[in-house]
């Protein structure tokens, strides 16, 4: 079952489907959302790796090794954690992109398409590993939103995602009575982050020390928000906090990124062996121990800092 929603002021159709237990009739059945239009792909569509870089397919096509195509349907699945898109060769505007509210499988078997895996139920071991049937009789309600031929097809992916996945939180409880705003659920202009700038993790380690990271959200090339930004910490403190030490962390937030190294690797370009310097954690040049109050993001890249205040 699927229902489709055009809300007004919103750039986006919404698709929800309701898929109830899979009904296999002795043999495995998988269920696949399927949206055509008109747009010339030409056998090419982009998902995401884990909501950050897009990385294109080509249907049919291996560039990495010796293929055989014996399964021209599942071959062409691949992971979409986030979103997925397709665009015309000819014209700028021409495109969709979906935005997923969890991962599936996403696949364009023919140009103008895209497959989506919603649920799936096996009644045979694939022989890979689990040693059982992928035997899925749970029901799913699934909610996609789809935009077509934008201008800006990477904000309104990118951001229509984050609006999906991060809903604001709904507080309720009992009337207190109370007229004015909440002090710890609102802030001033200085909290306003920019519209590339998402605020990933803001964790309270002790009194007085944030753990917080802070993500760029569009790659190099994906119109006029992928540029360099700079971003005032006062957006992640609490309001009327003075900062007093900001230190550059790993990803984990564990170790200080001043203290780390990382390796120099080696890829193959055009049957070339090129050598990639590695990149320090923290920008350019990391902070330890030092009183900052702004922080600037590359496209793509996450800061994680540790920011020590008082009130």
Not at 112 to 120: A, K, P, S, Y
Not at 202 to 224: I, K, M
Not at 279 to 300: C, D, F, K, W, Y
């Amino acid at each position: 079952q699927q229902s489709v929603r055009v809300c007004d002021g919103q750039r986006w159709v919404e698709i929800t489907s309701g898929i109830g237990e899979v009904q296999t009739y002795n043999t495995g059945v998988e269920v696949v959302m399927h949206i055509g239009t008109d747009v010339d792909s030409a056998g090419r569509w982009w998902t995401d790796s884990q909501a950050l870089e897009m990385q294109p397919r080509v249907r049919d096509s291996r560039p990495n090794y010796p293929y055989t195509l014996s399964e021209p349907i599942a071959s062409n699945f691949f992971p979409c954690n986030a979103f997925s898109y397709i665009n015309s060769t000819t014209a700028a505007t021409k495109n969709m992109a979906v935005m997923a509210d969890r991962s599936r499988a996403t696949a364009s078997i023919r140009d103008g398409e895209l497959q989506f895996l919603v649920q799936r139920r096996l009644i045979y071991d694939d022989n890979r590993g689990v040693g059982e049937p992928l035997d899925e009789r749970t029901r799913v309600l699934t909610t996609s939103r789809v935009v077509f031929n934008t201008a800006d097809l990477f904000g309104d992916m990118r951001l229509g995602s984050l609006q999906q996945t991060h809903k604001p939180v709904l507080r309720y409880g009992a009337p207190s009575g109370a007229t004015g705003a909440f002090p710890w659920l609102s802030r001033g202009p200085d909290a306003a982050l920019p519209a590339n700038v998402h605020l990933h993790t803001r964790t309270l380690l002790t009194p007085g020390t944030l753990l917080v990271r802070l993500q760029h959200l569009f790659a190099v090339g994906e119109g006029a928000l992928a540029v360099p930004v700079t971003v005032s910490l006062a957006a992640a403190l609490p309001s009327g906090a003075f900062i007093t030490n900001v230190t550059d962390m790993d990803m984990n937030g564990v170790v200080e990124a001043a203290r780390l190294s990382r390796a120099d690797f080696a890829t193959c370009v055009d049957g070339a062996v090129q050598h990639i310097p590695a990149r320090p954690i923290g920008g350019a040049s990391p902070v330890t121990g030092e009183v900052i109050h702004e922080v600037t993001l590359q496209p793509m890249e996450i800061r994680v800092l540790r920011i020590e205040y008082t009130v």
